[in-house]
Nanobody, 121 residues
Framework: VQLQASGGGLVQAGGSLRLSCRASGRTYALGWFRQAPGKERELVATISYSGRTTYYKDSVKDRFTISRDNADNTMYLQMNSLKPEDTAVYYC??????????????????WGQGTLVTVSS
């Protein structure tokens, strides 16, 4: 599967952005990762194939919402109350096998190109 992320940009602290990830083929579980300058890539959120099960990194709970539209092969990440520490390149990803849900970073093997999110203070 090929993944294409978009929607990044520059926003002030407290603002919002919505990221999109369009998939070229059938997808199962999906997830968003991010990598800040000088830091390792980290898992931000995942969503099951049905959309009914989600996982969030503690620091983004109650601020970010992951969702998907299987009819359109698109996943979203609505990011509210953004903080400077949310600044990173955000990547969408899919598991290497047909997992319906996972929150294990090692399960993800297909990656889209990143989209840069910059939050100014």
């Amino acid at each position: 599967v090929q993944l294409q992320a978009s929607g990044g940009g520059l926003v002030q602290a407290g603002g919002s952005l919505r990221l999109s990830c369009r998939a070229s083929g059938r997808t199962y579980a999906l997830g968003w990762f991010r990598q800040a300058p000088g830091k390792e890539r980290e898992l931000v959120a995942t969503i099951s194939y049905s959309g009914r099960t989600t996982y969030y990194k503690d620091s983004v709970k109650d601020r970010f919402t992951i969702s998907r539209d299987n009819a359109d092969n698109t996943m979203y990440l609505q990011m509210n109350s953004l903080k400077p520490e949310d600044t990173a390149v955000y990547y969408c990803a899919a598991p290497s096998d047909k997992k319906l849900f996972t929150n294990e970073p090692r399960d993800f093997g297909s990656w889209g190109q990143g989209t840069l999110v910059t939050v100014s203070s």
